[in-house]
C-alpha cells in the first residue's frame, strides 16, 4: 500500500465555462482509483486546480475594475475549493468528510487519509494549487506527485504555438525552471506546467512531479502502476 498524491488540473475538471466541470471524466477517475485500491491498496490525495471557471471569475474581475491582484488569487483559491467539494461529492462514501482547505494546510497535526480518498482545495493566495499540493505531499510522506494536465509532458516551448517544440520525458528542477523563465512569482490563471513557487519548494523537499495528460486515463492508470508512459518526470 501506498499513498498516491495526484493534482487533479483544472483544466481536467473545468474545460469550459459552459458545462463548469466535466462530471463524467471526474466519475472515470473515480472507476480508475477505486480498481487500482482494490488491487493495491493504494490511497489518495486529490488537490484540485481551478481551470476554466476559475479564468472567467478573474477575467470578470479584471473587465470590472479590480486591479488587487491578491483579491483576485482568493477568489481563485475559492474556486479550488469548490471543486473540492465536487470530487468530494462524486466519491462519496470512499471520501474522507474532511476537505482540506485555506489553513488546513498549515495545521501541525499529522495528515492522514482515513478512508480511500481525500480531497483538498485552495489554501493560502499567491501561488497556484500546486504548491498546496506539495505541502499536501510532505505532510503526508509521499515523495511524488501526479500532475493531471491538458498537455502530455513538458516541452521546450509552448507547442501550441510551436508545432516543433520538443517533448521531454526527464528534467531536473532547475532544467524545468529555465525552461518557463525562471519566474519569480505565480499570476493568477497562469499556465506553467507547474507552479515556479511549487517547483522550487518541490526541489527542496525531494519531490517529483510526474506530468502527464489527464485526459488520458489508461496511461495514467500505467503510471500509477509503475509501467511505461507517456508523460515528463521532473525531480
Same mark, same amino acid.
Given at each position: 500500500?501506498?499513498?498516491?498524491?495526484?493534482?487533479?488540473?483544472?483544466?481536467?475538471?473545468?474545460?469550459?465555462?459552459?458545462?463548469?466541470?466535466?462530471?463524467?471524466?471526474?466519475?472515470?477517475?473515480?472507476?480508475?482509483?477505486?480498481?487500482?485500491?482494490?488491487?493495491?491498496?493504494?490511497?489518495?490525495?486529490?488537490?484540485?486546480?481551478?481551470?476554466?471557471?476559475?479564468?472567467?471569475?478573474?477575467?470578470?474581475?479584471?473587465?470590472?475594475?479590480?486591479?488587487?491582484?491578491?483579491?483576485?488569487? *482568493?477568489?481563485?483559491?475559492?474556486?479550488?475549493?469548490?471543486?473540492?467539494?465536487?470530487?468530494?461529492?462524486?466519491?462519496?462514501?470512499?471520501?474522507?468528510?474532511?476537505?482540506?482547505?485555506?489553513?488546513?494546510?498549515?495545521?501541525?497535526?499529522?495528515?492522514?487519509?482515513?478512508?480511500?480518498?481525500?480531497?483538498?482545495?485552495?489554501?493560502?493566495?499567491?501561488?497556484?494549487?500546486?504548491?498546496?499540493?506539495?505541502?499536501?505531499?510532505?505532510?503526508?510522506?509521499?515523495?511524488?506527485?501526479?500532475?493531471?494536465?491538458?498537455?502530455?509532458?513538458?516541452?521546450?516551448?509552448?507547442?501550441?504555438?510551436?508545432?516543433?517544440?520538443?517533448?521531454?520525458?526527464?528534467?531536473? *528542477?532547475?532544467?524545468?525552471?529555465?525552461?518557463?523563465?525562471?519566474?519569480?512569482?505565480?499570476?493568477?490563471?497562469?499556465?506553467?506546467?507547474?507552479?515556479?513557487?511549487?517547483?522550487?519548494?518541490?526541489?527542496?523537499?525531494?519531490?517529483?512531479?510526474?506530468?502527464?495528460?489527464?485526459?488520458?486515463?489508461?496511461?495514467?492508470?500505467?503510471?500509477?502502476?509503475?509501467?511505461?508512459?507517456?508523460?515528463?518526470?521532473?525531480?
Amino acid at each position: 500500500m501506498a499513498i498516491k498524491v495526484i493534482k487533479v488540473g483544472g483544466s481536467m475538471i473545468s474545460k469550459d465555462p459552459v458545462s463548469m466541470f466535466d462530471i463524467k471524466y471526474l466519475f472515470d477517475l473515480k472507476a480508475l482509483l477505486l480498481n487500482q485500491n482494490a488491487e493495491t491498496k493504494d490511497k489518495f490525495m486529490l488537490v484540485a486546480g481551478g481551470g476554466s471557471v476559475m479564468r472567467k471569475y478573474r477575467d470578470l474581475l479584471k473587465t470590472g475594475g479590480i486591479t488587487n491582484e491578491r483579491n483576485i488569487h *482568493w477568489v481563485g483559491t475559492a474556486v479550488n475549493v469548490l471543486h473540492a467539494m465536487i470530487l468530494k461529492s462524486i466519491f462519496d462514501v470512499v471520501c474522507d468528510e474532511e476537505v482540506l482547505k485555506f489553513e488546513d494546510y498549515y495545521s501541525d497535526t499529522p495528515l492522514q487519509i482515513e478512508n480511500i480518498v481525500k480531497v483538498g482545495g485552495g489554501g493560502r493566495p499567491g501561488h497556484s494549487g500546486d504548491v498546496d499540493t506539495v505541502i499536501a505531499a510532505k505532510r503526508l510522506g509521499a515523495k511524488s506527485v501526479y500532475s493531471l494536465k491538458n498537455v502530455d509532458g513538458v516541452y521546450d516551448s509552448d507547442p501550441k504555438k510551436n508545432p516543433t517544440a520538443k517533448h521531454l520525458d526527464n528534467l531536473t *528542477w532547475d532544467e524545468y525552471l529555465n525552461v518557463i523563465g525562471n519566474p519569480a512569482e505565480h499570476k493568477p490563471g497562469a499556465n506553467y506546467p507547474i507552479d515556479p513557487i511549487a517547483s522550487k519548494m518541490a526541489k527542496d523537499a525531494g519531490i517529483e512531479f510526474i506530468v502527464l495528460h489527464g485526459a488520458d486515463l489508461p496511461n495514467f492508470e500505467k503510471a500509477l502502476k509503475g509501467e511505461q508512459f507517456i508523460g515528463t518526470i521532473i525531480k
